[in-house]
């Protein structure tokens, strides 16, 4: 795999011109298995393991992992503020600056909790919403653009799916080396 197939080896988001009702079902699984899926993929790995970056130049497996944690925080509050509030501006943060921080160090169990709590209160919004609720919007000051709470679900359901391929492709190479090695 190359260094941009490894940057976006889902490749990169684009939503679709039209939303179905499956599309909003997939994409509902798609949050709610996130939590499950993640910790399975990691599951054995030892601390040096998730020090390991994903790509050169890019984040280590624990900093993806908390990074969900910090970016699906933000985003419930995205949709909340969408929810009870006329097309609220959005606050962004710095994503990068963010995953320099100490708590980026600690184990990531606490992030796997924070993201099941998250994922839980996601489904539960989303199975609930009516027709009225997905074309509720927000807009994010950093591109200008209003962003409607179905486009919304779509994009963190490829998020999810995106980094949780940075952590399975790079257990994939752990794997590889394992079985030269054995």
Do not use: C
């Amino acid at each position: 795999m190359t260094d941009e197939q490894m940057k976006f080896p889902i490749g990169k988001f684009t939503p679709p011109a039209s939303y179905t009702n499956e599309d909003i079902r997939e994409w509902i699984e798609d949050i709610r298995t996130l939590p499950g899926k993640l910790r399975h993929a990691i599951a054995g790995l030892n601390y040096q393991e998730l020090d390991t970056p994903y790509r050169t130049g890019g984040w280590t497996l624990r900093q993806v992992i908390h990074h969900l944690a910090d970016s699906h925080m933000n985003s419930i509050t995205r949709f909340k503020l969408a929810l009870t509030e006329n097309n609220p501006v959005i606050k962004p943060y710095e994503e990068a600056d963010w995953a320099l921080l100490p708590d980026y160090r600690l184990p990531v169990e606490p992030s796997l909790k924070i993201l099941e709590g998250i994922h839980q209160h996601f489904v539960a919004l989303f199975e609930s919403f009516t027709e009225n609720e997905w074309s509720r919007t927000f807009v994010h000051p950093a591109s200008g653009d209003t962003v409607s709470l179905i486009r919304g679900l779509g994009l963190y359901a490829w998020h999810s799916n995106h980094h949780l391929a940075h952590v399975t492709e790079t257990v994939k190479k752990f794997k590889l080396k394992e079985e030269v090695k054995g």
